[in-house]
Antibody, heavy 120, light 106 residues
Framework: QVQLVQSETEVKKPGASVKVSCKAS????????ISWVRQAPGQGLEWMGWINVYTGNTNNARKFQGRVTMTTETSTSTAYMELMSLRSDDTGVYYC?????????????WGQGTLVTVSS | DIQMTQSPFTLSASVGDRVTITCRAS??????LAWYQQKPGKAPKFLIY???NLESGVPSRFNGSGSGTEFTLTISSLQPDDSATYYCQQYNSFPVFGQGTKLEIK
C-alpha cells in the first residue's frame, strides 16, 4: 500500500532553516509528483509547492518563492522540503502528499505531518 | 490568484441528515476541483477529484457536483464518522484551498 513517512518534529530558532523528509513506498516513486502543504496551528491548508519527481522540475507558491527548496532522492524514494529564514509564523504542521506528474493538485496520499516550531 | 470560499464555516447536523457544503471560486475553474476530509490531529484524506469523481474506497454517500465557479459536496446520510473539517481545493492553476467547513454531529 502507498505510504509516505515523514521526519520527526523540529524546533528551530528564527532565521534558521529546516529540512523535512518524506519517504515513499508502495508505488513507483518517479511516476508521480510530490506536493508540500502547510497548516498553521488552528488554521486551514496552504499549498507550498510541487516537484515532478521524474524531471525534478518544481513549482512554488509565490509566497514561498526564494525561501523554499524541494528536492528528491530517487535512490531512496525520498522527497525533501527545505524552508529557509524561518519566522515565528512558519510554525505549523508540514505535510507531503503524492501528487500527479502532469497536473498539480490531486493529492491522493498524505504523510503523517511534521510539526515545525519556530521559537527563540 | 484564484480565491476559494466555502460556506458555511461550521455546520451541525444529525445522523441520517443530508448535508451540503458549498465552495465558490473567484473565477471559472471548469471542473478542476478536489475535496478533502480532515479529522483533528490527522492528515487530510482525499475524497473527490475533478469535481464529481469519487476516490476509490470513499463511501458512496459522498457526492460532488458543480462546474465553473460553484461546487457542492453533499453527504446523503450523515454518519458519526463524518465529523471532520472539509476542504475544497482548485487545481486549475497553482492549488488553492478553501478555508474549510467544520462539520459536527449533533
Amino acid at each position: 500500500q502507498v505510504q509516505l513517512v515523514q521526519s520527526e518534529t523540529e524546533v528551530k530558532k528564527p532565521g534558521a532553516s529546516v529540512k523535512v523528509s518524506c519517504k515513499a513506498s508502495g508505488y513507483s516513486f518517479t511516476n508521480y509528483g510530490i506536493s508540500w502543504v502547510r497548516q498553521a496551528p488552528g488554521q486551514g491548508l496552504e499549498w507550498m509547492g510541487w516537484i515532478n519527481v521524474y524531471t525534478g522540475n518544481t513549482n512554488n507558491a509565490r509566497k514561498f518563492q526564494g525561501r523554499v527548496t524541494m528536492t528528491t532522492e530517487t535512490s531512496t524514494s525520498t522527497a525533501y522540503m527545505e524552508l529557509m529564514s524561518l519566522r515565528s509564523d512558519d510554525t505549523g504542521v508540514y505535510y507531503c502528499a503524492r501528487d500527479q506528474l502532469g497536473i498539480r493538485g490531486v493529492m491522493d496520499h498524505w504523510g503523517q505531518g511534521t510539526l515545525v516550531t519556530v521559537s527563540s | 490568484d484564484i480565491q476559494m470560499t466555502q460556506s458555511p464555516f461550521t455546520l451541525s447536523a444529525s445522523v441520517g441528515d443530508r448535508v451540503t457544503i458549498t465552495c465558490r471560486a473567484s473565477q471559472s475553474i471548469s471542473t478542476w476541483l478536489a475535496w478533502y476530509q480532515q479529522k483533528p490531529g490527522k492528515a487530510p484524506k482525499f475524497l473527490i477529484y475533478k469535481a464529481s469523481n469519487l476516490e476509490s474506497g470513499v463511501p458512496s454517500r459522498f457526492n460532488g457536483s458543480g462546474s465553473g465557479t460553484e461546487f457542492t459536496l453533499t453527504i446523503s446520510s450523515l454518519q458519526p464518522d463524518d465529523s471532520a473539517t472539509y476542504y475544497c481545493q482548485q487545481y486549475n492553476s497553482f492549488p488553492v484551498f478553501g478555508q474549510g467547513t467544520k462539520l459536527e454531529i449533533k
